[in-house]
């Protein structure tokens, strides 16, 4: 055997010895694709009409600003696609911001997708936007607001659907986007107000209890918001029982396999403890579901606007979980809509070890169902 063979005999025992670590790289860097944005901003879902204000009952909590759209309008839409610029057909995955977001509020985790090998379409909610929660500078307020309007919180979901229709129409008649999206496989992914978003549609339910104005009978599970389209999803800060979206039985009805992703200091609304997020789990039913729970993550690490002039608040942890968060996503994604069993058997805490950076964030553990 010549040198060169040697060396090259040497370098494939090597290769052979570290997949992990290769693999884990890759996933949590950007991907080999090059990625172009496409926007459509003033997209209107006539199906969708805004109530008279008259009719609605708000506390002096809501101010009329925030809660209100103009009677007889439909529901603006806004959505700002991330895709590969060749190849496809890809398949698709619609992000949900949370309350306070716009579309570019998970940029850097599009972009991360996208370059991946998938087509993302990341939604704005107007109902729960930027703009609406900084409204009067109510922040708190209009945060309260928002996550018990009744028009809201059951809307959101209708949101991602009517994107969902979207596409189905932009492949087969868009000059970019036709024939691109591979729409027999559609994952969901949102944070926070994004989470419960991505799990009603997912089949989870919401609860009526805290909705304002009521909707009849007023407690107990609201409607059926599943979306049959979606295959998959990932909640990041998913929520526990209580106030305000979900009580023990909304958790019977998911369907889709579902990834949650939380921390131990991931506080929710109404003094919830993180762990509540976690406790919620041994609700969820069997099915193909992992619950990632990180040592020390906070609410907002779990977002990334990287690459916009729309930074979100600044968090000394949010590069210790995004390595974490971006690959644990890729490879739920990857084993659901791609059918990568080698991407299913990664999605475990001795291989998602591999991307803690040795800060603050020092633990990961993984449940499944």
């Given at each position: 055997?010549?040198?060169?063979q040697?060396s090259l005999?040497?370098?494939?025992?090597l290769?052979?010895?570290l997949?992990?670590?290769l693999h884990?790289?890759?996933?949590?860097a950007?991907?080999?694709l090059?990625v172009?944005?496409?926007?459509?901003?003033n997209l209107?879902d006539?199906?969708?009409r805004a109530p008279q204000?008259s009719?609605?009952?708000?506390?002096?909590?809501?101010?009329?600003?925030?809660?209100?759209?103009?009677?007889?309008?439909e529901r603006?839409v806004p959505?700002k696609?991330h895709?590969?610029t060749?190849?496809g057909p890809f398949?698709v995955?619609?992000i949900s911001?949370?309350?306070?977001?716009d579309w570019?509020t998970h940029y850097?985790q599009a972009q991360?997708l996208?370059s991946?090998?998938?087509?993302?379409?990341?939604?704005?909610h107007?109902?729960?936007?930027?703009e609406r929660m900084?409204?009067?500078?109510?922040?708190?307020?209009n945060l309260?607001?928002?996550?018990?309007?009744?028009?809201?919180?059951?809307?959101?979901?209708k949101?991602?659907?009517?994107?969902i229709s979207?596409?189905?129409q932009w492949?087969?008649?868009?000059?970019?986007?036709?024939?691109?999206?591979?729409?027999?496989?559609?994952?969901v992914?949102?944070?926070s107000?994004?989470?419960f978003?991505?799990?009603?549609?997912?089949?989870i339910?919401?609860a009526?209890?805290?909705?304002i104005p009521?909707v009849?009978p007023?407690k107990?599970?609201?409607?059926e918001?599943?979306?049959?389209?979606?295959?998959c999803?990932?909640?990041?800060?998913?929520q526990?029982v209580?106030?305000?979206?979900?009580?023990?039985?909304?958790?019977a009805?998911?369907?889709?396999?579902?990834l949650?992703?939380?921390g131990?200091e991931?506080?929710q609304?109404?003094?919830?403890?993180?762990?509540?997020r976690?406790?919620?789990f041994?609700?969820w039913p069997q099915?193909?579901?992992?619950f990632i729970w990180l040592?020390?993550?906070?609410?907002?690490d779990?977002s990334?606007?990287?690459?916009?002039?729309?930074?979100?608040l600044?968090?000394a942890t949010r590069e210790?979980?995004q390595p974490?968060?971006r690959a644990?996503t890729?490879?739920?994604?990857?084993?659901?809509?791609?059918?990568?069993?080698?991407?299913?058997?990664?999605?475990?805490?001795?291989?998602l070890?591999?991307?803690?950076r040795g800060g603050?964030?020092?633990q990961?553990?993984?449940?499944?169902?």
């Open positions: 055997m010549s040198a060169i040697q005999a040497i370098l494939r025992l290769l052979l010895a997949p992990t670590t884990a790289e890759n996933l949590q950007r991907g080999p090059l172009e944005t496409l926007e459509f901003p209107l006539a199906s969708r204000a009719s609605r009952r708000l506390p002096r909590l809501f101010p009329p600003q925030v809660h209100e759209e103009s009677p007889g309008m603006k959505v696609l895709l590969p060749t190849g398949p995955v619609t911001h949370g309350a306070g977001g570019d850097a991360h996208a991946h090998g998938y087509v993302v379409l990341c939604v704005e107007i109902g729960s936007n930027r900084g409204q009067g500078l109510q922040v708190i307020p309260k607001a928002m996550t018990r309007d009744a028009q809201e919180v059951l809307t959101r979901p949101d991602v659907s009517f994107a979207c596409a189905e492949n087969r008649t868009h000059d970019k986007l036709r024939g691109k999206l591979d729409l027999q496989r559609i994952g992914m949102g944070h107000f994004g989470a978003t991505t799990m009603v549609v997912c089949g339910r919401p009526l209890d805290w909705l009521t009849e007023g107990g599970l609201g409607p918001l599943r979306d049959p389209r979606v295959k999803g990932v909640a990041l800060s998913p526990g209580g106030e305000p979206f979900f009580v023990s039985e909304s958790f009805s998911l369907q889709a396999p579902l949650g992703i939380t131990s991931d506080k609304q109404n003094g919830l403890s993180p762990a509540n976690r406790e919620a041994s609700l099915g193909a579901h992992r040592a020390n993550a906070k609410h907002i779990f990334d606007s990287t690459g916009t002039p729309r930074r979100a600044p968090t210790d979980v974490i968060v644990a890729l490879l739920f994604f990857n084993a659901h809509l791609k059918n990568d069993p080698e991407a299913e058997k990664q999605l475990n805490a001795e291989a070890k591999a991307y803690l603050v964030v020092n990961v553990n993984v449940l499944q169902k």
